[in-house]
């Protein structure tokens, strides 16, 4: 066992974590972030998908030892159910789910690629989410849901909107 601090969504967490335990086990097991889902396990299917510092990480094969001091978002990171993401939102309204095992990897995926990329076109959108597989098919209106999201966070001032980690 050693200590670990994390920031995640927001609060700098203490942690007890096994060597080498993924960082997936930690959220889901020892936090109860239940957003990031167990896929693959092999860093193949992206359902596991949360940001570092902003940019993508696949939760099961990182060693939640080795991003120490690093700042952690999960899909709880993002909205609630009072005031959702503009990203959730706009998957809820464009039912861009069947099953939904894949999309918290993706709406995390996305809001890596709006925020550097607030108006990305189709090849960009597919680019970003490669490696975000989806049993299910739903791939085109995920990009729309995508389209969605970035069109309302353009149009809306980020100070206005809550959940804007
Ligand atoms: S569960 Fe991590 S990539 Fe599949
Ligand atoms: S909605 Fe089922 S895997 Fe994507």
Known sequence: M?????NINGTAQELDVEAGEPLLYVLRNGLGLKGPKFGCGLSECGACTVLADGKPLRA???????????????????????NPHP????????????????????????????????E???????WALAGN???????????????????TMRETP????EGSA
């Open 2 to 6: 050693a200590k670990l601090t994390l």
């Open 60 to 82: 099961c094969i990182v060693p939640a030892a080795s991003l120490a001091g690093r700042t952690i978002t999960t899909l709880e990171g993002l909205g609630t159910l009072e």
């Open 87 to 118: 990203l959730q939102q706009a998957f809820i309204d464009e039912q861009a789910a069947q099953c939904a095992y894949c999309i918290p990897g993706m709406i995390m995926s996305a809001k890596a690629l709006l925020d550097r990329n607030p």
């Open 120 to 126: 990305p076109s189709d090849e960009d959108i597919a």
């Open 133 to 151: 597989l989806c049993g299910c098919g739903t791939h085109l209106r995920i990009v729309r849901a995508i389209k969605r999201a970035a069109s």
């Open 158 to 161: 980020i100070d206005s909107r």
